[in-house]
């Protein structure tokens, strides 16, 4: 079943989100809808290789998109150990 969404979005993003909506032969709901299913695909596939003990964690931290966790986990060691 379809429903209506009201979202607030910059307006140059929606001219541009609509203009490339027009040459794909889609419609920007389609577009949105897509993206949409995408990134809940995506986060479902990362959940289901979380514990299920860990799961209540997810989203309630935020951590920098660039974060090496290597070099991260490598510099607390460092300074754990030179103490």
């Not at 299913?37 to 290789?49: R, T």
């Amino acid at each position: 079943m379809k429903t209506k969404l009201t979202l607030t979005i910059e307006k140059n993003i929606i001219e541009k989100a609509k203009e490339f909506a027009g040459n794909s032969g889609k419609s920007l709901s389609d577009l949105v809808e897509r993206f949409l299913e995408k990134e809940i695909a995506e986060a479902e596939k990362q959940q289901a290789n979380i514990p299920e003990e860990f799961k209540g964690l997810f989203g309630s931290v935020n951590l920098p998109a660039d974060l090496n966790e290597k070099e991260a986990i490598r510099e607390i060691l460092t300074e754990k150990h030179q103490k």
